[in-house]
């Protein structure tokens, strides 16, 4: 089968495709899936870079949407649309998924959409339903507003009556926050704390949700009311240095959590409530999904460096079947 081989941890370059890749065999508790369309996530970087460890070589990709070619235990018929989110090796024409992680995908969402949904819409799920449970009170800062999680994550919150300030890098990107339904939307800058506090009346927000880590944490402290909570789910521009307890208090005694989508969906049950919910947020209009790019197989490498020089918005996907 035609898969993206990495043998060596490094940068895109190291993204090989192959065409002679020995296709996976199911195990009893797995299903064989034929790939239509891998999702393409900030976590892909993380294990091609070897920041997240795994044996090498590997093929990346967790994500995806495709059809059931075979399951050992016969209950789910062939040709079934599926989608998934943690299944290592979705870059390629087969993989091989937990069955207890499938949800079925519904007719009228699009493959490009289906195979975005649900990494980063359980993710944007978990931290406005379970890390801090939005209410209509309530406002948010949001880094990395137009990335995939950020443009979902600003739905979810807006459906639940919050407010949400997003930040972001361009007015490409701001036009997007203000779609998604963002009430301010900010720049990048040491001043970016001070901004959100002069909007919202003088006081910080409920929660900082920050996805972009080391270049914006100390605005994420600063811009959070006293016994706030800063939510720190993610690292696109490098990890936090080590944190001094102190400095919560310093803050106001604020909390702060670093929150893992496997947390959030550790058991079967958590992770269909949390799909199943994507999914119906999507038929009932409620949230919807931007696929801005979208990429041969063979053009991985291109889709990480895009993804990583802040050149996408929303989700970006790898096209499988017929590349």
Not at 233 to 254: C, E, K, Y
Request: glycine fraction near 10%; aromatic fraction near 8%; charged fraction near 25%.
């Amino acid at each position: 089968m035609k898969a993206i081989l990495v043998t060596r941890h490094g940068g895109p370059e190291v993204l090989t495709y192959a065409e002679d890749i020995t296709r996976p065999t199911p195990k009893e508790d797995e299903l064989l899936v034929e790939v239509l369309v891998a999702g393409v996530n900030y976590i892909d970087t993380y294990f091609r870079e070897g920041v997240y460890h795994s044996a090498l070589p590997f093929i990346p990709g967790q994500e995806g949407v495709g059809r059931v070619v075979e399951d050992p235990r016969g209950e789910i018929a062939e040709g079934t649309k599926v989608a998934w989110s943690d299944a290592f090796g979705s870059y390629a024409e087969f993989v091989c998924v937990a069955r207890d992680r499938v949800v079925a995908v519904p007719q009228d969402v699009g493959d490009e959409e289906a195979a975005s949904m649900l990494l980063q819409g359980m993710t944007a799920h978990y931290l406005t339903h379970s890390v801090y449970q939005l209410g209509a009170d309530d406002t948010c800062l949001i880094t990395a507003g137009a990335g995939g999680v950020g443009l979902l994550a600003t739905q979810f919150a807006v459906s639940l009556g919050a407010t949400v300030f997003s930040v972001v890098s361009s007015d490409e990107k701001e036009e997007l926050a203000y779609q998604a339904g963002a009430s301010e939307v900010f720049r990048y800058s040491e001043g970016l704390a001070e901004s959100v506090r002069r909007r919202n009346g003088g006081r910080g927000v409920d929660v900082v949700y920050d996805g972009v880590g080391q270049a914006t944490f100390d605005e994420s402290l600063e811009a959070v009311r006293p016994r706030g909570l800063v939510c720190l789910f993610g690292a696109a521009s490098g990890p936090v240095d080590p944190v001094d307890p102190q400095r919560l208090n310093t803050h106001g005694s604020i909390y702060l959590t670093r929150p893992s989508l496997g947390a959030y969906t550790a058991d079967a049950e958590e992770f269909t409530m949390r799909a199943q919910a994507v999914a119906q947020a999507l038929v009932e209009k409620k949230i919807s999904i931007r696929v801005s790019d979208s990429y041969p197989l063979a053009e991985a490498a291109q889709a990480h460096r895009d993804l990583q020089e802040r050149r996408t918005t929303g989700s970006i996907v790898l096209r499988i079947s017929n590349t």
